[in-house]
T-cell receptor, first 115, second 112 residues
């Protein structure tokens, strides 16, 4: 399967714990995005990398959230001191980064439940 | 005003019907437009990009009206398998490669 992959697919954690998610983009894609989706809403942008550089962060990305893409391939998203409001589906997407049209392809997501 | 607005539906149609979804966006500088399809508890899947001249892919036709900041999706000859949520998506500002802004989605249910 050459699509975007994410791990784990599901995570249940207790409030206050730290969690880390991984995303492996489509291999030739240089852009990688993180989104969050809650029930009944469309995905909301969190952050974006071009190669290893983090170029944009949403106001939604509080200080408890950090993302990395150290070698310009896979990325990790860490949430520290989780809160119940962090419960959501965390989606990763990647794109080839063509000028003009940037079609993004999504992974299956990591569903986080904070108890 | 929300950046991307869609009628949430649900749209309940019989097989074979033609159904149209509309979407408006607020940022006149947006340059990339898409329709994504999302099945229940699955990730969004790119259905089609939307070009200024309009484009068609089989039973699906997308139109863009930049002056009115309006995007549409027409589905002809609906199939049961078309049942899903359809997300209208635009990019922010004028740069490709930056955030996609999603509408809340329009739910379609096709029945036999």
């Amino acid at each position: 399967d050459t699509g975007v992959s994410q791990d784990p697919r599901h995570k249940i954690t207790k409030r206050g714990q730290n969690v880390t998610f991984r995303c492996d983009p489509i291999s030739e894609h240089n852009r990688l995005y993180w989104y969050r989706q809650t029930l009944g809403q469309g995905p909301e942008f969190l952050t974006y990398f071009q190669n290893e550089a983090q170029l944009e962060k949403s106001r939604l990305l509080s200080d408890r959230f950090s993302a990395e893409r150290p070698k310009g391939s896979f990325s990790t998203l860490e949430i520290q001191r989780t809160e119940q409001g962090d419960s959501a589906m965390y989606l990763c997407a990647s794109s080839f980064g063509l000028a003009g049209v940037d079609e993004q392809y999504f992974g299956p997501g990591t569903r986080l439940t904070v108890t | 005003r929300k950046e991307v607005e869609q009628d949430p539906g649900p749209f309940n149609v019989p097989e074979g019907a033609t159904v149209a979804f509309n979407c408006t966006y607020s940022n006149s500088a947006s340059q990339s437009f898409f329709w994504y399809r999302q099945d229940c508890r699955k990730e969004p899947k790119l259905l089609m990009s939307v070009y200024s001249s309009g484009n068609e892919d089989g039973r699906f036709t997308a139109q863009l009206n930049r002056a009115s900041q309006y995007i549409s999706l027409l589905i002809r000859d609906s199939k049961l398998s078309d049942s899903a949520t359809y997300l209208c998506v635009v990019n922010r500002a004028h740069q490709a490669g930056t955030a996609l802004i999603f509408g809340k989605g329009t739910t379609l249910s096709v029945s036999s």
